[in-house]
């Protein structure tokens, strides 16, 4: 599943391409590759739904390369909440980790600015 597909050809069916990409995402079961680009595809087509699932991926280390395209899909559609999640992973991921974050972050911080109170 290819989400750019979507934006060049108007016949395909968004809504059911969103729905597929959620529950192949969210499934346990299914194959890496499928997975990574389901979570991709959410991300992209701005699925909160795919939130509590790409978090839980985000923080589970024995998911692999998975990880990654889960904090970027936090990037993708995360608030505040994701922020923080983010730069705990940062704090204790190794470098790999760290720069998918990092990347995250900035995405983030372009859609919601981190307010600082004044002193």
Same mark, same amino acid.
């Given at each position: @599943?290819?989400?750019?597909?979507?934006?060049?050809?108007?016949?395909?069916?968004? /809504?059911?391409? &969103? %729905?597929m @990409?959620?529950?192949?995402?969210?499934?346990?079961t299914?194959?890496?590759?499928?997975?990574? #680009?389901?979570?991709?595809?959410? /991300?992209?087509? &701005?699925? %909160?739904? *795919?939130?509590?699932?790409? $978090? %839980?991926?985000a923080?589970?280390? *024995?998911?692999?390369?998975? %990880?990654?395209?889960?904090? =970027?899909?936090? &990037?993708?559609?995360? /608030?505040?909440?994701?922020?923080?999640?983010?730069?705990?992973?940062v704090? $204790?991921?190794?470098?790999?980790?760290?720069?998918?974050?990092? *990347?995250?972050? !900035? !995405?983030? /911080? !372009?859609? =919601?600015?981190?307010?600082?109170? #004044?002193?």
């Open positions: @599943a290819n989400y750019h597909l979507v934006q060049n050809h108007p016949e395909l069916n968004v /809504g059911e391409i &969103g %729905r @990409a959620l529950e192949l995402a969210g499934d346990d299914c194959d890496a590759i499928t997975r990574t #680009s389901a979570i991709q595809v959410c /991300g992209l087509m &701005g699925l %909160r739904e *795919s939130l509590s699932f790409a $978090t %839980r991926l923080v589970d280390p *024995s998911c692999g390369p998975l %990880r990654i395209v889960a904090i =970027a899909t936090l &990037g993708d559609l995360g /608030g505040e909440e994701e922020r923080l999640l983010l730069q705990k992973i704090e $204790t991921g190794d470098v790999q980790l760290r720069v998918a974050c990092e *990347s995250a972050l !900035k !995405k983030i /911080g !372009k859609r =919601a600015p981190v307010r600082r109170e #004044s002193v």
